[in-house]
């Protein structure tokens, strides 16, 4: 079955670019109707959803970190990445990586949800 | 952006007990809602999605209902394995937002 895996430096500093990669196995990410999106939680917080790409390229970002936000995919590689600009410690949570599933079970229905994730890599923004 | 909001925050529950978790939407979202359960130091898992089916391997004891702005989380008699934080997420519009998290722990 798919999994994902995140990959990328433990530790950026402030002002910096944060840049993860999220690897897909076991399936090719240009199949299906999925998107692939990332999500993060600060330490003993909750989840906040930092945007998705589709495997054509269009993105979403959330309006929270859009300015700051870049998502993008690389089919040869079975790999999609973030960069998140200009980090401060509020950056500093577990990001997670996820594929977003689209069903279209009937005319004018839909359901999405976030079916396969992967374990989360910490990211510690600090001097 | 759509607000969730879950309660209650934490609860306590004996083993067997039925638990209730709700989740309210700060505007009608239908039935798109999803429930997932983190374990510490885990990833998320999918529990259920489009307000009340239950994704495939997942026990018939937990459960979905609402629409709309309610929604309710059920575990019909709670086990041991279910310490966890659940999470309500609404995809009705973008950015997807999740409510709080709600955490059960074994009285």
């Known amino acids: 079955q798919v999994q994902l895996q995140e990959s990328g430096p433990g530790l950026v500093k402030p002002s910096q670019t944060l840049s993860l990669t999220c690897t897909v196995s076991?399936?090719?990410?240009?199949?299906?109707?999925?998107?692939w999106s990332w999500i993060r939680q600060p330490a003993g917080k909750g989840l906040e959803w930092i945007g998705r790409i589709y495997t054509s390229g269009s993105t979403n970002y959330n309006p929270s970190l859009k300015s700051r936000v870049t998502i993008s995919v690389d089919t040869s590689k079975n790999q999609f990445s973030l960069k998140l600009s200009s980090v401060t410690a509020a950056d500093t949570a577990v990001y997670y990586c996820?594929?977003?599933?689209?069903?279209?079970?009937?005319?004018?229905?839909?359901?999405?949800?976030?079916?396969?994730w992967g374990k989360g890599t910490t990211v510690t923004v600090s001097s | 952006d759509i607000q969730m909001t879950q309660s209650p925050s934490s609860l306590s529950a004996s083993v067997g007990d039925r638990v209730t978790i709700t989740c309210q939407a700060s505007?009608?979202?239908?039935?798109?809602l999803n429930w997932y359960q983190q374990k510490p130091g885990k990833a998320p898992k999918l529990l259920i999605y489009d307000a009340s089916n239950l994704e495939t391997g997942v026990p018939s004891r937990f459960s979905g209902s609402g629409s709309g702005t309610d929604f309710t989380f059920t575990i019909s008699s709670l086990q041991p394995e279910d310490i966890a934080t659940y999470y309500c997420?609404?995809?009705?519009?973008?950015?997807?937002?999740f409510g709080q998290g709600t955490k059960v722990e074994i009285k």
């Open positions: 997420q609404q995809y009705d519009n973008l950015p997807r937002t």
């Open positions: 505007q009608d979202i239908s039935n798109y």
């Open positions: 996820a594929r977003e599933v689209v069903v279209v079970p009937a005319a004018m229905d839909y359901y999405y949800y976030m079916d396969v």
């Open positions: 076991g399936g090719s990410i240009s199949s299906g109707s999925y998107y």
